[in-house]
Every structure is written in structure tokens, then in C-alpha cells.
């Protein structure tokens, strides 16, 4: 059905010159709601309803009265939004869009680490398949998850996975250990320090602004750590009107809209790139999404059992934050 789908993309005569009149169009025909992450391409941020964080978007998915969602997002935000609405229709424009630290958590690995510790709660964060969700106590995102294991009582041990670099900045923020999976993003794990080093010496006004899943090395240097929605608040927020900023470029769009005339300045990876794109969020075209609500296809699907397990601690995240 999915190579179906490939071809009748493929097929450029049918896809309309007007994208986004027809994507606009198709929105009213099927009731649907457009959620986009950050990290999309601009005209896919600029066609979507509601663009935000991880936390933002669970959100909106738990309230949203469309009928389909189309998630411009990765495979595992999609799920979350399925886990959420059982009864509607899910889209993803590219069913690929994975998530390397989502990856980095098989399903089997980690029921033998967390049946090796079975007095620790297990706090996983949302850059996980449902599988682990369904293994988890309770959900945490990158905006949430100091204040989520701040209310969690001191003496409780507790399983943090997928992502070490998460983990230790929550460690770090909140003064608890805690278990860590060794679980890592490409794009983030990927930032030079080094060039970030040069780039505040070429440029010393500029504030350093980076996302929690950075190595602490890089974390070391920011004047700000946050989700990519407390970056872009701080980014328009500060009287500094320059930023190098340390997480997937996708969010400087929204930064030069909602803070023109300030100057963002896209960290480095230790490759020749000059920027970090997320491979996997990048699937996504704005003609894939146009293809996806056409066809009604790719779809989100899981079974009951996993979605039903899954769900709760989804809802005890969003009944603590
Ligand atoms: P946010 O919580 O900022 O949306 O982070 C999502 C993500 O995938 C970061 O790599
Ligand atoms: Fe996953 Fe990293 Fe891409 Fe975020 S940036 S979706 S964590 S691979």
C-alpha cells in the first residue's frame, strides 16, 4: 500500500502548482488539523495549524476536535498523537521519519534492563516507540522532565531512558541520580564544541542557546538550555539580539519571524556541514504532505494492548505538567 502511495507521488503531473491552496483546501474537505514540529521545513511550518515542541503538540493532539491529524513530525510524536485519539485518523507525509534516539531503545533490551531493576520507576522520555512508552510510569518531554522528577519523592529509584544527555542535564538540574539508558540523538551529539568556541570568539555578543539533548561539553557553553519552544520564548524574550543557536535549524525560521531584526546563528556539526539538519524529520516534504491527505495514507496504526499501555503514562505526564 506504502509503495502505492511512492508511486502516485511520483507521478509529478497530478501534484498541483499551488501547494498550499490545496493543502488549504483539503483541510476543510477532511476536517483536519496540521501539527508541525520546529524542525520541519518552513513551508511546511508556514501551511501548519499549530507548530510547537514535543510538549505542545501532545497537547494539542489530547484536544483537538479534527477529525485527522496530520502530524509533520517523526514517527514516534505521530504515535504519540494516535496513542492520544484512538478513534482518528492519523497521517505521517513520510512513514520513514524515524528518530535515531528512539532507535537507540529496542523494545527487548530494555524489558531485560528494567526487569533487572524492578524497584525503579521508569521516567522515559516522549523520543521513544510505544512499545517503551508501554513500559514506562510516566512520560516526560524536554520542557517538563526537571519538574516531572522533582515531583517524584527523593527516595524512589528511578530508570531514565532513552537519552543519557537529557538524563544527565536532569540529574544535573534536580541533584538526583538516577539510571540512565545509554540512548543519544545524531543531530544533537553531533555539535562541535570547538567551532562553537570560534563562533563566540567571531562573534562575543552572542548568546549561546542550546537544547538538553546537546553532550555536556557543548552544554557547558550556553547561556540558555531548553526545549526548542523555551528556546525560541528566550530568543524573543532577551534584550541580546544575537544567538548561536545549538539545536536542529529548523526552529530559526520561527525565530526570525517572531524575533526579526535579531541575528540566529546555526551551531556547527563536527562534519563540513554548516548546519545540523535532522535527517529523519527532513523526510517530510510539503508534496508528501499534500499526498498523505489525499490518499489518507500513510497511516499510524498499533494494537489496543500497546496503545491502551501506553496511554497512561502519557496522561500522567500531561496531569503533572
Ligand atoms: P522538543 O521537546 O524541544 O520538541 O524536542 C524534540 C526533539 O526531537 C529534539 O531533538
Ligand atoms: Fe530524533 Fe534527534 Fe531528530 Fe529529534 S533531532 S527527531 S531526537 S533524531
Not at 483536519?32 to 505542545?56: E, F, K
Not at 543531530?187 to 562553537?196: P, Q
Not at 545549538?246 to 531584526?261: F, R, V, Y
Request: charged share 25%.
Amino acid at each position: 500500500m506504502f509503495a502505492a502511495t511512492l508511486d502516485r507521488q511520483s507521478s509529478r503531473a497530478e501534484t498541483p502548482d499551488d501547494l498550499f491552496e490545496a493543502i488549504a483546501t483539503l483541510k476543510k474537505d477532511l476536517n483536519a488539523i496540521v501539527l508541525a514540529h520546529y524542525y520541519q521545513d518552513p513551508d511546511i511550518q508556514d501551511i501548519a495549524d499549530y507548530i510547537g515542541d514535543s510538549l505542545g503538540l501532545s497537547r494539542k493532539a489530547a484536544e483537538t476536535d479534527a477529525e485527522v491529524i496530520v502530524f509533520a513530525g517523526v514517527h514516534f510524536m505521530a504515535e504519540t498523537a494516535k496513542i492520544l485519539n484512538p478513534d482518528k485518523q492519523v497521517l505521517l507525509p513520510d512513514l520513514n521519519a524515524g528518530c535515531s534516539l528512539a532507535d537507540s531503545c529496542p523494545p527487548d533490551a530494555f524489558a531485560a534492563f528494567k526487569a533487572a531493576h524492578p524497584d525503579h520507576l521508569v521516567v522515559s522520555y516522549i523520543n521513544c516507540t510505544a512499545e517503551i512508552k508501554a513500559m514506562s510510569d510516566i512520560i516526560c518531554t524536554s520542557s517538563n522532565a526537571v519538574d516531572i522528577v522533582n515531583q517524584i519523592p527523593r527516595d524512589r529509584p528511578i530508570i531514565f531512558a532513552p537519552d543519557r544527555n537529557l538524563g544527565r542535564y536532569v540529574m544535573a538540574e534536580t541533584g538526583r541520580e538516577m539510571l540512565l539508558w545509554e540512548g543519544a540523538c545524531i543531530v544533537h551529539e553531533n555539535f562541535s564544541e570547538k567551532k562553537i568556541v570560534r563562533l563566540k570568539v567571531e562573534h562575543p555578543g552572542a548568546e549561546v542557546i542550546a537544547h538538553p539533548e546537546c553532550e555536556p561539553p557543548v552544554l557547558r557553553h550556553a547561556n540558555y538550555v531548553g526545549s526548542t519552544t523555551a528556546l525560541l520564548k528566550y530568543a524573543k524574550q532577551s534584550p541580546n539580539s544575537s544567538f548561536i543557536v545549538a539545536t536542529e535549524p529548523g526552529i530559526i525560521h520561527q525565530m526570525q519571524k517572531e524575533a526579526s531584526g535579531k541575528t540566529f546563528i546555526p551551531a556547527p556539526p563536527t562534519n563540513s556541514c554548516a548546519c545540523n539538519e535532522c535527517p529523519h524529520m527532513r523526510l517530510n516534504t510539503l508534496e508528501k504532505l499534500y499526498w498523505a491527505m489525499k490518499n489518507r495514507e500513510p497511516e499510524i496504526t498499533m494494537s489496543e494492548t500497546v496503545r491502551s499501555a501506553a496511554l497512561r503514562p502519557i496522561q500522567r505526564m500531561l496531569e503533572m505538567s
